[in-house]
Each structure stands twice: as structure tokens, then as C-alpha cells.
């Protein structure tokens, strides 16, 4: 369970490179995106996959193997500035914030626990950096540091 829970912070990192709201393109972060592992840092094992689809509209939807080898799929489409479900993750919720076409802030709630994190675009458009600050299940604090490149 332990395993299971420090992957998801990383695993909501594919959502959050979704940046925009309905009716806010996607920009620079659209298009598909899959973890580099030798130059990213997580709290524990990270997933044997991840992949990041983000649609043109800011959709996402993240496909993913855990450490452990199971197979999930999730997504969701971000409101700018307003918390929305996760689907396929149970009681996890996300407030986009825009701040520039290079920059998303995310606030989460996982399971009543807050955490918060960013998304920066590289200004070739060809690498993500996500970091991501909050509470494990165990109450202690987590970091990560996530590269996603684009595919």
C-alpha cells in the first residue's frame, strides 16, 4: 500500500501537465509525454510506464504501469482556478492555475491531505520539469521531481 501511495504523486503529474482549462488551449504541454526516469527524483519506486496524452483542450489522460505492474488509466479536464475530479482516482480532486504559457501551478486533494505543485514548459516545448511538495498517508512530507519529455 505504502508502494502504491508514493506513486501517486508522480502519477498525478501527468495530469497536471494539462495546464489549461475547458476552453483554454492546451498550448505548448498538448501533445503526449512520457516520464524520463534517470533524470527524475521520487520519494519511492517509481511506475514501470507513464505515459501523458493531453489534448488540445487542456484534457488529460494519463496511462501508467506501476512499480508493482498494474495497469491504470485516468483523467480529467482542468477549470481554471476551480477543483475537479479525478476520474479513475478515488477522492483526489485538482485546481489548475495558468500563470503563463510556460508555467501551471496545481493544488491537490488526496484523500484530504493538500499537496501542491508546478509545471514548467522548457522553452523548446520538448521537456517538462513537475515538482510536487506534500503529505503521505504515512503524515510524513514528500518531494518529487519529475522530467517528462515529449514524444
Given at each position: 500500500?505504502?508502494?502504491?501511495?508514493?506513486?501517486?504523486?508522480?502519477?498525478?503529474?501527468?495530469?497536471?501537465?494539462?495546464?489549461?482549462?475547458?476552453?483554454?488551449?492546451?498550448?505548448?504541454?498538448?501533445?503526449?509525454?512520457?516520464?524520463?526516469?534517470?533524470?527524475?527524483?521520487?520519494?519511492?519506486?517509481?511506475?514501470?510506464?507513464?505515459?501523458?496524452?493531453?489534448d488540445a483542450d487542456g484534457t488529460v489522460t494519463v496511462k501508467e504501469t506501476t512499480s508493482e505492474?498494474?495497469?491504470?488509466?485516468?483523467?480529467?479536464?482542468?477549470?481554471?482556478?476551480?477543483?475537479?475530479?479525478?476520474?479513475?482516482?478515488?477522492?483526489?480532486?485538482?485546481?489548475?492555475?495558468?500563470?503563463?504559457?510556460?508555467?501551471?501551478?496545481?493544488?491537490?486533494?488526496?484523500?484530504?491531505?493538500?499537496?501542491?505543485?508546478?509545471?514548467?514548459?522548457?522553452?523548446?516545448?520538448?521537456?517538462?520539469?513537475?515538482?510536487?511538495?506534500?503529505?503521505?498517508?504515512?503524515?510524513?512530507?514528500?518531494?518529487?521531481?519529475?522530467?517528462?519529455?515529449?514524444?
Amino acid at each position: 500500500m505504502k508502494k502504491s501511495f508514493l506513486l501517486l504523486p508522480f502519477s498525478l503529474f501527468a495530469v497536471s501537465l494539462a495546464v489549461g482549462a475547458a476552453g483554454m488551449p492546451a498550448g505548448g504541454f498538448a501533445g503526449t509525454w512520457s516520464a524520463n526516469f534517470t533524470k527524475s527524483k521520487f520519494p519511492g519506486p517509481p511506475p514501470k510506464v507513464d505515459l501523458c496524452i493531453i489534448d488540445a483542450d487542456g484534457t488529460v489522460t494519463v496511462k501508467e504501469t506501476t512499480s508493482e505492474g498494474k495497469d491504470v488509466t485516468w483523467h480529467y479536464t482542468p477549470v481554471d482556478g476551480q477543483p475537479v475530479s479525478i476520474v479513475g482516482r478515488e477522492n483526489t480532486t485538482v485546481t489548475v492555475h495558468k500563470v503563463n504559457a510556460h508555467t501551471i501551478e496545481h493544488t491537490w486533494n488526496i484523500e484530504g491531505r493538500a499537496a501542491k505543485s508546478s509545471s514548467v514548459l522548457s522553452d523548446d516545448g520538448k521537456t517538462t520539469v513537475f515538482t510536487m511538495d506534500g503529505t503521505g498517508k504515512d503524515g510524513k512530507p514528500f518531494h518529487e521531481m519529475v522530467v517528462y519529455d515529449k514524444q
